[in-house]
């Protein structure tokens, strides 16, 4: 069975930095891309970027809103994603969920909720 | 980017009753880069649809993706009462991948 089980997410202040990880089991995570999803409260889904495998350089991609202050990165020899988050405002505030597939989000984390208040 | 737009917003049906749902999307993107979500409430987004058409492992065969070009159907052929959530359409051909706003389907 596939699992993605995020971490890291609390309250945090404008400004402020916050790093989650994902750790992946049940699945082959070092030869796939992996990326982060997020959903601020009552609203739709957001795609943040992804990170490529190591065969193909790790390369990252990354949606123009979080560009710059959000980055994503991978220690296959854990199976773990992290997405590094700098200078957070309040538009951060969300739950955010990490994911993997053949695909596209085949498999996803069960999310972990990131506060950005004063 | 490519913008996704989903309609309706939301979808009031019955168990038993016929759903379409429809994405389109401002660029034509191929088939292959194309997938439907669905979201309940309280919980993660779980693939249904990969391909435009092909059905993720373990989604019932009631679920049916069809489209190419700009627009693209989800249609659920007999509503279940687990089926009352929202939809999500995507692309994930072109970089950045985008989502659709969200269809809703309610009782």
């Known amino acids: 069975e596939v699992q993605l089980v995020e971490s890291g997410g609390g309250l945090v202040k404008p400004g402020g930095s916050l790093r989650l990880s994902c750790v992946v089991s049940?699945?082959?995570?070092?030869?796939?891309?992996a990326g982060w999803v997020r959903q601020a409260p009552g609203k739709g889904l957001e795609w943040i970027g992804r990170?490529?495998?190591?065969?193909?350089?790790?390369?990252?991609e990354y949606a123009a809103p979080v560009k710059g202050r959000l980055s994503i990165s991978r220690d296959d020899s854990r199976n773990t994603l992290y997405l590094q988050m700098d200078s957070l405002t309040t538009e951060d505030t969300a739950v955010y969920y990490c994911?993997?597939?053949?695909?596209?989000?085949?498999?996803w984390g069960q999310g972990t909720l990131v506060t950005v208040s004063p | 980017e490519i913008v996704l737009t989903q309609s309706p917003g939301t979808l009031s049906l019955s168990p038993g009753e016929r759903a379409t749902l429809s994405c389109r999307t401002s660029?034509?993107?191929?088939?292959?880069?194309f997938g439907w979500y669905q979201q309940k409430r309280g919980q993660a987004p779980r693939l249904l649809i990969h391909?435009?058409?092909h059905r993720a492992t373990g989604i019932p065969d009631r679920f049916g993706g069809g489209g190419s070009g700009t627009d693209f159907t989800l249609t659920i052929s007999r509503l279940e009462p687990e089926d009352f959530a929202v939809y999500y359409c995507?692309?994930?051909?072109?970089?950045?991948?985008?989502f659709g706003q969200g269809t809703k389907i309610e009782i």
């Open positions: 990170i490529r495998s190591r065969a193909e350089g790790e390369a990252t």
């Open positions: 994911g993997t597939g053949i695909n596209t989000f085949d498999f």
């Open positions: 995507q692309q994930y051909g072109n970089s950045p991948w985008t």
């Open positions: 049940g699945f082959s995570f070092n030869s796939a891309w």
């Open positions: 660029q034509s993107i191929e088939t292959w880069s």
């Open positions: 391909g435009t058409s």
